[in-house]
Nanobody
Framework: QVQLVESGGGLVQAGGSLRLSCVISGRVFSLSDFSVAWFRQAPGKDRDIVAGVGWSGGETIYSNSVKGRFTISRDNAKNMVYLQMNSLDPQDTAVYYC?????????????????WGQGTQVTVSA
C-alpha cells in the first residue's frame, strides 16, 4: 500500500502564490517507479488534471489553464512532489489532490492513477 499526503493549501488573495507538497510513503520500492500528478476538483465540477511529472523529474505535463503559472517538481530522495502555484486566480479555487501512477512518464489520466491523497483545499479570494 502507498500513502500520499498533501499539505500547503489555504486561503490566498488573487495574484498570490502557494506551494503544495505531497509526501509519498508506504510500500514504495522506489519512487522512481512512479509518475505523480496533481489534480483538482472545484465544487460541482469534474476532477481535472493540473500537472504531472515523470519518474526523473524531466518529463512534465500541464493543463492549459495553469501553464506558465504553476510548476511541478519532485525530490525522489525525500519522496516529495511539489506544486508551486503563482499568479493565482479565483478560478483556481478547488480541492487539490496528489496521485501516483506506475508509469515512467505522466499520462494525466485519472483512471490510471493507482493511489490518491485526501486532498488539500485551495481558496483564492478576489
Amino acid at each position: 500500500q502507498v500513502q500520499l499526503v498533501e499539505s500547503g493549501g489555504g486561503l490566498v488573495q488573487a495574484g498570490g502564490s502557494l506551494r503544495l507538497s505531497c509526501v509519498i510513503s508506504g510500500r514504495v520500492f522506489s519512487l522512481s517507479d512512479f509518475s505523480v500528478a496533481w489534480f483538482r476538483q472545484a465544487p460541482g465540477k469534474d476532477r481535472d488534471i493540473v500537472a504531472g511529472v515523470g519518474w526523473s523529474g524531466g518529463e512534465t505535463i500541464y493543463s492549459n489553464s495553469v501553464k506558465g503559472r504553476f510548476t511541478i517538481s519532485r525530490d525522489n530522495a525525500k519522496n516529495m512532489v511539489y506544486l508551486q502555484m503563482n499568479s493565482l486566480d479565483p478560478q483556481d479555487t478547488a480541492v487539490y489532490y496528489c496521485a501516483s501512477e506506475q508509469t515512467t512518464t505522466p499520462t494525466g489520466l485519472s483512471d490510471v492513477m493507482s493511489y490518491w491523497g485526501q486532498g488539500t483545499q485551495v481558496t483564492v479570494s478576489a
